[in-house]
C-alpha cells in the first residue's frame, strides 16, 4: 500500500494491525483444527464430517493467506513465530476429543470456534466501517464465509 493508501485509513495503523494479527492466529489455530480434526475422525458415517471439516480447513488456509496480505499491505508483517500463534489468538485452542468416533462432540467444537469468528470478525468490520474500506471488504467477507461454516455445522446439531 503506498503513502495515501495508508493515508486514508482513519484508524490507528498499529491498533489494525493488531486486530488483524490476532485474527490471523486465529485462523491457523482453526486451519490446524479442522485439518488434525479430518485425519482422526471415525466411526459411523465419518466420511461425511471429513469432507465437511477438510473443506473448512481449506477455506480458513485462505482466511490466513488473505489476513497475511493485509498485514503486508498495511505495512506490517504477520506474525513469524507459529509459537506466538495460540498467545496471540482470541481464543484458546479448543482440543480435539479423545474419543475419535465422537462426533457430536467434534460437531460442538467446530460450531464454537466459528461462533468465536463471527464475533472476532463482527468487531472488526464494526470499527472499520467507513473508516478503512480494504479491511472492511476483507472482513465482512471472510464473516460471511464464518457464518456458512457455523451454519453447516449447526444444521447438523440440529438433526
Ligand atoms: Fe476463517
Ligand atoms: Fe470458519
Known amino acids: 500500500m503506498g503513502k495515501q493508501a495508508r493515508a486514508i485509513v482513519d484508524l490507528s495503523l498499529k491498533e489494525l494491525v493488531k486486530d488483524l494479527n490476532k485474527a490471523y492466529a486465529d ?7 479442522y485439518w488434525y480434526l479430518a ?17 473448512l480447513a481449506k477455506d480458513e488456509l ?7 496480505d493485509l498485514i ?3 505495512g506490517d508483517v504477520p506474525t513469524a513465530n507459529p509459537m506466538d500463534l495460540e498467545k496471540n489468538a482470541n481464543a484458546p485452542y479448543l482440543m ?6 465422537d462426533i457430536n462432540r467434534i460437531i460442538r467444537i467446530v460450531a464454537e470456534a466459528e461462533a468465536g469468528a463471527i464475533e ?10 467507513g473508516k478503512d474500506h480494504v479491511t472492511y471488504q476483507l472482513v465482512t467477507h471472510i464473516l460471511s464465509e464464518e457464518v456458512t461454516h457455523e ?3 449447526e444444521n447438523l446439531l440440529e438433526r
Open 120 to 129: 472476532v470478525y463482527n468487531k472488526i468490520a464494526k470499527k472499520t466501517l
Open 39 to 55: 485425519q482422526i475422525v471415525s466411526g459411523k458415517a465419518y466420511e461425511d464430517i471429513q469432507e465437511m471439516l477438510n473443506k
Open 62 to 68: 485462505e482466511h490466513a493467506t488473505e489476513l497475511a
Open 151 to 153: 451454519e453447516m455445522f
Open 96 to 101: 480435539p476429543p479423545k474419543n475419535t468416533a
Open 72 to 74: 503486508i499491505k498495511l
Open 27 to 33: 485462523e491457523w489455530l482453526a486451519y490446524y483444527l
